[in-house]
Structure formats: structure tokens, C-alpha cells
């Protein structure tokens, strides 16, 4: 059985027990320890199931690369499924429960796909559940969809806030290990500006636990003076907790900080997502080994020897009492030793390699331990844990020389660098036959902005896996560690340093395993993929490396391939009769472990989850009660319902009473841009359709702005200001785009134009006075003359009203009597108050957006976005009279000529009332005879606007139609989506005041 | 995530500061145009996977439009210029060749 | 080509799965063909199984540089749907949704079709009327949607947050047949299809030039040498504008990055496909229980299948807020695409200046779900050398003309 040890643990506080709960079980852990070694601590070797054939799974890492231990951590709000038992650090009162099994962890009927998984290999179901064809929908993908999913679905929303934060640096060295450590001081004494992460919430890597002395110090020793050293230095700054999760391009790193996962609920963010702009990144993240695959090797109690070395001096942690080491490199010897060193019992190391004479197994021998050499596993034997061992040659298929009983197998397949965040950005890779695994070609590394190679590797990462090559290659000078920030070259100069560390390719054990053994040999333990399923997938032509590892799912689960995807390619490239590099790896992806939804979303929630954009009067709209809708990143106030008021009876009271009384409408979000100097006529002759050079000072003009394709972009009304001073109107969308367009044009086609522009909406506010009491709540308010005679239609005045300075415009998107009254945008909540305050005598309300589309529908007055939808030209909405003839030239004007556009046959615009005076419905078309090539209906048009008019208390509509003006009083049938129609009279589209006797006044 | 060097302000700026335009050098053409003319300047684009030259604005910074020369399979930035310019400026050119001996324009210089 | 089926899995599984023959040939190329079709992705290979199925040609040649299926088609986030505005647009993905439904059988290959209906949310009142104008124009063009409340959203997708404080969902539009397939699928069947025709599909096999006499293409230079043919077809999203260079004209085409990416898997909790258009985000939960979610487009030339996060941040922030139960998962895998954007966004199934050369290509971020009706298109385009009323409308001279295809019109986006 697994247990605490009574001495040791270098990590754990014994005067610090917490107490947490696995599945409902009380158990008791140390501030220290992992979720993992304090499972592992109180005998809980079986953690969980696996995906497809919920075989039990037990521990097997002690890193992020830890397939199986994964656990739904906490409940509710706190709720984390998939969390990494061998990342978390345990906190009194830790709830953690088991996943992917029914109804228990202990009986699992999913189990059932185990017994059956003959019948279940690599891809089955793209062979079969092809007939009956409703059932892969209805039967057989619910059952897959259920049977796979491993973590809990979080049922409620997150209790955690989470921080973004940015940094930059000349040098980021992601790892602190004794590579890392050294790098961030050899470039921090250069003078760079440093950045150390460490997913750890300790510095040091591997070191304390593999190693005894660093150059001729204790480990400790060492590695306190090498971090005392850094935190000296005013120009580093380690982060502990923060794993370096992607590279991207230019030096861009995304880092998550797991801030308060080992606090939770104390009021922190849970994590900081850090997002570094680094001038060069140096990894020295270190390696990971790799199992070895024999039958029976996905037992709970199999490990990788390093992790079982972890548990043992990190957390005095023993897998079990009896520990069978098997592998194929010296590494493992170290586990041997110290599980030896601890007083546990090592019946037997198998050592796959012929001979085994280094340092190491000269120890483990002198220690009394028995090495078997030219050994290997032929099967474990065990169901929910391992009892024993079969014993045979690596050389041969599998004949059992012996049985070793045995409850833990600690296995080294070798170490595999972490070369993951090289390789994000596009840094290459090579064989390296002495230690049989991918390294960084330095040769080939990512590229930076200007060329350079943005990533360098240190340390075990770059393939060098013992410490005296490692710190050889820092002394040599030129090594990557010393970083030149300034200059920088394309290739590092890095003398060649070569590891004393060989790994032979082990790749299936024994190496003439026969289908039986070879179907029980898990090469991916989380997805069940087994080294017969990637032969299968190789027989079948899934021969390129992707084509295996999807159809296979090898290196898809969650820890990414990290102890699969080699061990993968060996067998693959066996089974294709090709050399490794041959056949190539598997991209490699951003992040380098998963990093939480919510730290990327950051704090945009709820309120914030974008900006918004304010008007003056907001506040009071609130207030009010406005029903708001957003506009960009504005939001507008739809209409004003009062008590028991639906809104669309708010809506329509809005509108019958600016019609008959007085409204005011708050028209800040207006863009507004002003156009000034010698060329700002010629400019603005270009950017609109009709001519504004010749509008007098103090007058306005309508204009429409098209784009260079020719379609209908935006429209407003344009005031000339004074000589060389004009001010356009945008769309209330439109106005940051619209002046974006304009210096567009300036800065890159006329830039020797003499024309300033500078967008000014959110500098005014603006409300629309409109209806017949128009003027005279501007007289009530006073200071200026807005008579009809000192300030008529479509002309402007500045001057002053109940003491605000404003530039009153007489305009009119209503139909009615209306000025629209910019005020400094300070003065705007003010000016709004004092105009209903004046207005409550003359039936002044406020009203929204809605009334307005309603007042200019029955206006036949166009809107952007409504009758336009960026394939309409202004032609084809009857506003000829708003484009020049005379001009040579304007955006757009070359792109109308094109046939497609200036043909006759184009559908126009028209007013619609329907037969019965009904609403047409929103969106419908206009049916024609016969349907087209492809079966569709034919139509000949569609309706643009669709109201009901409270004005004239019916339905009216504005819409597109096939030579619509042609057809005044024909009924045509728009269609419903019941499969009906609704009949309507093609007319004019002014419904209301067709004279303009109302704002003629 | 882009960062290129404002011509204007200096600054080296994120691509978060920056609205990218597509294409940079396409001459307008207007009314008067054939219709291949017309089309070739509204939509044929030199997509090249390799040099390019197009245009950004520092939106979030000084507003000014400006033009980078940029590799496209790379993401390598050779240089970033003023966008009052109709083809690519020759210390800019020289930048490229240096990082690219086999690239060529494939225009004819003006001067 | 020995039947997929449960029995022949049960009679393997006796033996070890020992029996299985290749799922595909890997021939060396004949000096000609008939037809040889530029990319072995779904694309290409769907146009190569219907000239066999529809046309009797099977004399055919599928080139591919890398892997088949290795391009987009293994890289999306596997939406099909229909309820497209435009005519042209609605006529061809219905045609792919349907072939989609009976596609399993057809190939005898399990592409997982999952119709459990995809729906666009309405977050403004713009975007309200615009899906009530999609409404109406599939109901005139056979596309089954229906513009839904925000009750019966939530009914559909229970784990959806409606009342936001930002953007309530004020309805969506439901297409109740639409859904997702198993993207890798699709091209493995097709293939696997192809092959048992006869056709060669040649992998690793980069084409380096287009010869051609005469205003015809002849042949193409490879890296396996020349190879002949009578037609070309380019099926190459994302290397449109390099192919189409080769055989000496230009594309309104610019390649850009498009990115998604999968969380870890969790139990069943979403059975539809929501896509907000508005907060700019779309998602999905796959058979193993990812999350599977797509971005937007970088707004830059790039052929490196990477993008820049600050889309993939965006996407996030949207459907967290949208989907407040995800912020405790974890991204577990992001990954890049290049798709080619045309001038209206819409694709090209095309003849070129090149007599007997024809082009597909422009599916920009919507591809996937296009494939079957995008092969059957391009396939009566090739064998007849004339276009069919499905693609008639998307060739490539309607630039000129101003003949648009625009859907961005919708409101909505083309994923």
C-alpha cells in the first residue's frame, strides 16, 4: 500500500496537517503537499477512470503532464473539473471528488466498454452506427456523449474574479531550475531587465531531488545563494505559481499565475494572466519522462520513476513497500536509491539495455540491489492496483522467466525535453538518436520582428539531461544563457556542449510482443490509446502522424501527448518501417498546460464586460426609466414606459405626442466630425456624393457618403461653420468608422491636401426640440431668435438659450417643427433638465430611438442600416437628387457604373400600405411567379421598414421593389413565414405631411 | 501578436494599437477607368506568401496611417514608412534585400 | 472496398483487428489523367468523389501537398447550416446540408452528422430584424429556420445566460437540422471512397508550376515530376492566390489567420451549436465533451496558421459572459487556419481565363460545412465545363460587374 513515510519530505510541514475530503473521505495532508502525494499518503492509489474503456486509473506523474489523476475540485460556484491532482496544493477543507465512472469510483458499469474493448479499437466508430441512419443521432451519440466527458459541467457561474496584467522585458527565462536560474543571472548581470517564471511554487526544477551537490556546493546551498542572488538584483523579478503557457509571435508570452487556487475565497483573484512582451525568451523548462509500454502498464501503482523519486523526498510518500524499477536509462537507478534509502524494499530493477555500468547501477548494486539487465515487463499482474510483475527478456515475445510480487513499478522510458514553447512560434526541431528524443534545432529557431531567433533553450530542455553538461555549457562562453539584448543575431553562438545521458529507443517491451501483449500496452493513458491501435491505424493508411494521433485520439486527452506522443511516433514509425524524424511530430499547440476560461476572459463581466459609452443625460435617462438598447457601445434609450405602459404603448404615445405637443430627444450619440482648412471643400466633394464646397456659410445640406464599390455607407447633415470650417453629421454608428475613412483618404491618397479633421461627438451633446411646441420652449428658454425668419430651415445658429451657449440647427428627421441643440457636452445633463423643466407647460416628453425610426418612416425618410444594408446604392432609394452630376468625381461614383449597378432592372425603393391595413411582417420579400435553377421562390423585392403608424393608425412600409417606382398602385404579396402572404398597394413612401407643412413653420 | 514601429511617433506598438488596411501602394482608380482597371483595383490582390507591403494606423496612438514591409510566412518585419509614398522607399528596399537576397521588386522605380 | 459495419468489426475483432485493409491507397502518379484535382482536402476530394458517383469519371488524380485532410478541413470547428440570406448562398449549403444527412451511408463511413440544430442569437434589435429577414428568405428558399424566443432559447440551451446586463438575448434564429460532423471524417470517407473508384489520391506531393498551351492547362510540374491532364481543378483554400499565380492570373482573394480552439472535455451540458454574432463568438460540445470555439479573423496577409491572441481573448471574454458555467474550464488546445477572404466574402466555384482550368476556393471561415455541395458544384462546373445553377452565381467575374454575394448583410457572420 501507499502511505506516509515517518521521516523526510522536503516540501511538507508536519506542524501544518490540513484535513480534505476525496470522494466523501476524510483524509489528512500536510501544508506542503499535493493533492496527489496527500492522496498517495492515505493509501488512495485509485483515482479515476479512464475515457473510453473506464479502466481505473491511478496516479502516474507528479507534474502537469499527469494523465489520470485528474479530479472535479471544490462544488457549485467553485466547481473546477480536470483540475490536476499532482498541480494542486492542498488547503484545509479541500473537496475533491472522482470522475468519468457510474455510480462509484470503486464499481464503474462504464467498465463494461473494458470487457468489450476488442470490439472497441482505434476508430470503430467510423466503421459502424452507420445504419439506421436516426440512430447515430438519437441512440448511439447520446451513449458516446455520455459514456465520455470525463469532469463534472459546472452548473452555476464562477465565484472568482481573475486579473490581467502586462509586463515587459528584455529577457524572459520561463523555468527555475539550476538552467534556468542560471540563465535569468547571466543575463540579469548583463544588465537586462529580467522576468523568471516558475510553475512551481518553489524554485529549483528537478535539482533537490536528482541531484546532491552544483558546482562542489550543496544542492540547497546553491540554490538558496542562486535565488537570494536574483532577488537582489533590482532588474529581476521571479514569479512563482506562473507557468509559461504559449509563445507567440514577436515576443509576445501568455503566463498564468495561479494566485489564490492554494487560497481560495480569500478575496484575491484566483489567477493573474500575465501577457509579456519579451525582447528574448530563454526556456529552460526542463524534461519529461516518458513510460515505458509493456502489458499492464496503465495499472494504478505503474509510475514514472521520477515521479515516484518526487513523492518519496518531496513529500515522504512511499507508491507501495515492494517497487519493481524498470527501464531503459540510469535515471531510474536514482529511485531505486532513494526508495531504497527511505528502508523500502526493491525486489528487482529491470534494465531493458544489455549492460548497465554507470555510476548509478554500480550503486544500486553496491546498495544490494538485484539488476537484472536485458530484462522487461511481460505483463503486470493486478486489477485495481499492481500485485507482481512478469518477468522476461526484452529480446524475446514475452516468455515469463519469473514472477516478482510487487505493489508499486516505478518505469523510465527516457526523457523527452519540453520543447513546447520553442516550437509554438514555429522554432524547429531534431532527432537526437543519443538520447532518442526531439531537441531544439538552434539552427532553425522562431523568428522575432526583426529576424532574430525570438527563442533560446537551456538546460535539459535543449536535450542536455545531466547536470555537469548543463553547467559546462553555461561556463562556455557565447552559451545562450548570456543573451546579447541589443544586436541580436540570428543564430546563438552556442558551442556545441553534448550530454554523457543515452536513452535507447525502447519502444514496445519486449520488442517481439506479440498482438496480446501489444493490445494491453497503453500507450495514452487518458484516452485509452494502446500501441495495437496505432499499428492498426498504420495498416489501415492513417499514416502520416496526424492522420494516426486523430484517428486514434493518441495526445489528444488533456495532457496534450506530453508522456504519449513520443513513445507514440516510436511505434509508428516501427510500424512503417521508417526512421522518427522520418515521419515527423505533431504540431505543437498553445498552451502548454490548460489555462482557465474565466483568466482569459479577465474582469469583462456583467456591467463591463465591454466599455460603455455614456451620453451627458444618461444618468437621467436612467432616472427616468428608459428601456435601453445598445447602439455600438453606446446604449440608447428604445422609449420612456411609464407604470403599466408596454413599450410599445410608450412608444406610440411618444409618438403622438411630439406629433401633437413636444419631444425631446436626446441626440448626443450623433457623430460629428469637423473638416476644416484650404481643401476641406474639395475633400468633402470627394467623400460625399452631392456638393459641399458650395454650401453657404450658416446653411446646411443633406449628403450621403457612399463607398468606393459604390454602396450607401452613411448620410447626415453637413454645416458649413465659416470659410474653411465644415461639420458633418455621422450615424450614431457611424462615426468613429466615418472618421477613420476620412483620414484614410487624406493620409493616403491626398495627402497633399490642406484638410484637418477631428471627430468632436462625444464633445457636444445634443437634443432634438421637435413638434409644434418647438419654438416655443426654445423661446420660453430665450436668448436668441428662432424665429422661422432669423433661423429657417436648414440653417444653423450659435447663440445663447436659458444661458447655455449652444449652435441651434433647424433640422428634421420627424417631419415636424424641430431644432436639434448642441451644448458643450459639460453643460448637456443641465441643458436637458432645463428644456423639461420648461417643457412640462407645453406637453414635453421624452422619447427613444423608436419613435424616431417611426416618425421618419412615415416621413419616408431613409435610415442606414434599415433601407441600406451595404449592397444598396442611392439610386436605388430614389435619392438621385443627392448625387452631383456635374462632378468629375466622388467615392463610389466609378464603382455605380459598373453594370451590375447601374442596370434598369435594379429593385427600388417604394412605399407599401397593406390591403387591410395590417403591419407587413418584419424582414418578409416580395413573391414573384416560379421559382429560380435551384428550386428557391422567385421575389422581386422586400420590405426595408415596417411600422405601425400611430400617427395614421395603420400599418405602412417602406421596401425594395423590381422597377418599383414604375408600379404605383399595383398590390404585390410579401411573404409570411406561416406560408402565406400578406397583399399590399405599391405607393409613395411619404405616409405623413407630404407638403411639409409641419416643419414649414 | 504584431508589433511594428510607428514611423511617426517611434513608438514600438502592440498590435492592439494598430487597424491593419490589407495592401499597401494601390493606385485609385475612378470614373474614367476601364472596367478592368476598376476591378483589378478594388479586389486583385498580390496575397504574396512572403513580402508584402501593406498598410496599418496607429488608431489607438498618434492615428497615423503608416506602411510596413512585412513577411507574411514569417511575420518578420523589415520596415515601417510613411504612407505618403507610392512604392516603397529604398532604405527600405535594401532592408528587405538584405534578409531576402533573392527578392525582387516587381515594379519599376519611379527615380 | 471491403463494408464498414458492425459485423465486420465483430469478425476482426476475432483476429486482432489483423484483417483490416488500407482505408486508401497511396499509388505513385500515372504521367496523365483525365482530371487532376489540386488539394485532397474535403473540398477537393468531395469534387472528386461526385465526377466518379455523377459523372462516371474516375480517371482522376488528387494532389496533395501535405496530408489529406490536412489543411481546413481538419482544423475547423465542424458547424454545418443553411440559413444563409442570399440565394446562391442558401441554394449551396442546403444542398451540402442535406448530402450531409445521408453521408454516412453514402461513403460507408460513419462522418457523424449531428443535427441538433444550430442558432444564432439576436442581441440588438438590428440584429432582431435581420434574422427576421433571413427567416423569410429561407422560407421562399426550403431552408427550415425559425426565428425563436428568448424562452425557448433558454429551453434549447438551458446553460445560456438570456438576461445579460450588456446584450440579452432578445431571440435567435433556429435551424433545427443544422449541427456538426466529425471533420476528419468527411475527408477519410471521401477518400476512402475515391480510392475504391480507382482515383489516385498522390500525398506529399507539392505542385510547383502550371503548364499550359494555348489558353489550356496541360499538366502540372510536382514534386513527383510532370503530371498530365485534360482539366485542372484547384481545391487549395489558403493557397488559392499561389496556385492561381502559377497558372498566370490573379484572385480577389487575401489569406488571413482564423483561429478556435477546445476546452477540456466535460460531461454532456450543451446539445445545440449557438453562435452570438454580436459579442463575436460561437461554441459547441463535441462527442468528447470539449467545448469547441471559434474566433475571428486576424485582419492581416498570414500564411503561418498562427493568429494573434488578442482575438482569442475576445472570443472568451464574449462567451463567458454568454455562458457564465465555462469560466471554471480550461482552454486545452488552440490552433490557427488560413482561409481565403474574397471580395465579398463569398467563395469562387469558377471557370478561370484558362480553358479547361476551374477554381474553388474562398470558402473563408464557412468551409467545412460547404463540402459536400461545394464537390457536387465543382464537379458538374468540371465535367461539363459549365457551371450548374448551384454555382453558377459564384464565379469570378461578378467582381467586375459589381454582382455581389455579400451575406455580412445578415447581421450575421459566415462561420
Known sequence: ?????????????????????????????????????????????????????????????????????????????????????????????????????????????????????????????????????????????????HSAGLG?????????????????????????????????????????????????????????????????ISVEDWLAKAEADLRAMDNVTIRTRTTGAGVYDHGYVLADERVADHTPGDGRPKHRLWRIRAGKIITATGAIERPLSFAGNDLPGVMLAGAVRDFVVNHAVSPGDRTVVVTNNDSAYQTALALKAAGLEVPVILDARDTADGALPEAARAAGIRVLTGRAIAKVKGGKRVTGVAVCAQAGEGAVLEEVSCDAVAMSGGWSPVVHLWSHCGGKLLWDETISAFVPDPARPPLNHDGSAMVSVVGAAAGLLDLPAILEAVASTGISARVETKGRRKEDVTKTVKTSVEIPPIWVMPQGAPITLRSKMWLDYQNDVKVSDVQLAAREGYQSVEHTKRYTTLGMATDQGKLSNINGLGVLADALGQEIPQVGTTTFRPPYTPVTLGALAGESRGEIFQPLRRTPMHESHEQSGAYFEPVGLWRRPYCFPRAGETHEQAVHREVLNTRSNLGLLD???????????????????????????????????????????????????????????????????????????MEDWLQCEWWDWQVYTANVTEQYAQVAVVGPNARKLLQVLGGMDVSKEALPFMQWADGTLGGFPVRAYRISFSGELSYEIAVPASHGAAFWEACMEAGKALGAMPYGTECLHIMRAEKGFIMIGDETDGTVIPQDLGLDWAISKKKADFLGKRGQERSFLASPERWKLVGFETLDGSVIPDGSYIVAEGVNGNGQRNTQGRVTSTYYSPTLKRGIAMGLLHHGPQRMGEVVEFNTVSGGTVKARVRDAVFYDKDGEKQNV | MLTLECPYCGVMADETELSPGYEAHLKRFGPGASPEEFEAYMFARKNPKGVHFERWRHSYGCGKWFLAARC???????????????????????????????????????? | MKRYSVFAIAREAVRYHMGWERAWASPEPKPAYDVIIVGAGGHGLATAYYLGKNFGITNVAIIEKGWLGGGNTGRNTTIIRSNYLQDPSAAIYEKSRSLYETLSQDLNYNVMFSPRGVMMLAQTHHEVRGYLRTQHANALQGVATEFITPQRVKELCPILNIDGPRYPVLGA???????????????????????????????????????????????????????????????????????????????????????????????????VVVMANTVHGYMSQSDKGEMVIGGGTDGFNNYTQRGSFHHIEETLRALVETFPIISRLKMLRQWGGIVDMTGDRSPLISKTPLGNCFINCGWGTGGFKAIPGSGWAMAELMAKGEPGPLAAEFNMWRFKEGRFIDESVAAGVAH
Not at chain 1, 480536470?82 to 471528488?97: I, K, P
Not at chain 2, 516603397?88 to 525582387?104: F, H, V
Request: with cysteine; aromatic share 8%; proline share 5%.
Open chain 1, 1 to 145: 500500500m501507499s502511505t506516509r513515510l515517518a521521516k523526510g519530505g522536503r516540501l511538507i510541514d508536519r506542524t501544518a496537517a490540513v484535513e480534505i475530503s476525496f470522494n466523501g473521505k476524510r483524509m489528512k495532508g500536510y501544508h506542503g503537499d499535493t493533492l496527489a502525494s496527500a492522496l498517495l499518503a492515505n493509501d488512495q492509489m485509485l483515482v479515476g477512470r479512464s475515457f473510453k474503456y473506464h479502466r481505473p486509473r491511478g496516479i502516474v506523474a507528479s507534474g502537469p503532464e499527469e494523465p489520470n489523476a485528474l479530479v472535479n475540485l471544490g462544488s457549485g460556484a467553485r466547481l473546477e473539473p480536470n483540475q490536476r491532482t499532482t498541480m494542486t496544493e492542498v488547503f484545509d477543507g479541500l473537496e475533491a471528488s472522482s470522475q468519468n465512472h457510474w455510480p462509484s469510483l470503486e464499481f464503474d458499469v462504464g467498465v463494461v466498454n473494458n470487457y468489450v474493448s476488442r470490439f472497441l479499437p482505434a476508430g470503430f466508430y467510423y466503421k459502424t452506427f452507420i445504419h439506421p441512419r436516426p440512430f447515430w443521432k438519437h441512440v448511439f451519440e447520446p451513449i458516446i456523449r
Open chain 1, 152 to 216: 463534472k459541467a459546472p452548473t452555476t457561474g464562477d465565484a472568482d474574479r481573475y486579473e490581467q496584467a502586462y509586463a515587459f522585458c528584455d529577457v524572459l527565462v520561463v523555468g527555475a531550475g539550476v538552467a534556468g536560474l542560471l540563465a535569468a543571472r547571466a543575463a540579469a548581470q548583463d544588465g537586462a531587465r529580467v522576468i523568471l517564471l516558475e510553475q512551481a511554487p518553489q524554485l529549483g526544477g528537478r535539482s533537490p531531488v536528482d541531484e546532491t551537490t552544483v558546482e562542489g
Open chain 1, 667 to 741: 441626440a448626443s450619440t450623433l457623430g460629428k466630425i469637423i473638416v476644416k482648412g484650404p481643401d476641406a471643400g474639395k475633400f468633402l466633394d470627394m467623400m460625399y456624393t452631392g456638393v459641399m464646397s458650395t454650401l453657404p456659410v450658416g446653411r446646411c445640406r443633406y449628403g450621403l457618403m457612399c463607398n468606393e464599390q459604390g454602396f450607401l455607407s452613411d448620410d447626415g447633415v453637413v454645416a458649413r461653420i465659416d470659410e474653411d470650417t465644415w461639420l458633418c453629421h455621422t450615424t450614431s454608428g457611424g462615426a468613429d468608422r466615418i472618421h477613420a475613412w
Open chain 2, 72 to 111: 507574411t510566412a514569417t511575420l518578420e518585419v523589415f520596415g515601417t514608412y510613411p504612407a505618403q509614398v507610392s512604392e516603397p522607399p529604398a532604405d527600405i528596399i535594401a532592408k528587405i534585400q538584405a534578409r531576402r537576397p533573392d527578392w525582387q521588386p516587381d515594379w519599376k522605380a519611379t527615380k
Open chain 3, 173 to 271: 434564429l433556429w435551424q433545427a437540422r443544422g449541427g456538426t460532423g466529425r471533420h476528419d471524417a468527411v475527408a477519410w470517407g471521401y477518400a476512402r471512397a475515391c480510392s475504391a473508384m480507382g482515383m489516385h489520391i498522390i500525398q506529399n506531393c507539392e505542385v510547383k508550376g502550371v503548364r499550359s498551351e494555348n489558353g489550356a492547362v496541360t499538366g502540372v510540374d510536382t514534386t513527383k515530376g510532370f503530371i498530365g491532364t485534360k482539366k485542372l481543378g484547384m481545391v487549395v483554400a489558403g493557397h488559392s492566390g499561389q496556385l492561381a499565380e502559377m497558372a498566370g492570373f490573379r484572385l480577389p482573394i487575401e489569406a488571413v489567420a482564423l483561429q478556435a480552439l477546445v476546452s477540456e472535455p466535460i460531461k454532456p451540458c450543451m446539445d
